[in-house]
């Protein structure tokens, strides 16, 4: 069930980035990322966003996350 409302979040971040308004990506895409944490293309998503407000440094603390996140899967 998680899952499922991850995805709407994603879709809710696609659907902001997809008309310009990537500030409000960010928080659907966080949301997305909450609630589904290894689902990898929800960090991308997350990261892309972040990129998109010049939000360097939150785009590269959810890079560290996706990554540190990964780490411990594997």
């Not at 979040?9 to 308004?21: G, H, L, W």
């Not at 589904?36 to 966003?49: F, K, T």
């Not at 939000?55 to 590269?60: N, Q, R, S």
């Amino acid at each position: 069930a998680s899952q499922a409302i991850a995805v709407q979040y994603a879709q809710k971040a696609f659907d902001a980035i997809a008309a310009n308004r990537p500030q409000d990506a960010v928080p659907a895409a966080r949301e997305a990322v909450r609630r589904a944490p290894d689902v990898a293309s929800h960090r991308l998503l997350l990261i892309s966003a972040l990129q998109a407000t010049q939000d360097i440094a939150g785009a590269e603390v959810a890079a560290s996350d996706a990554l540190k996140d990964d780490d411990e899967n594997t």
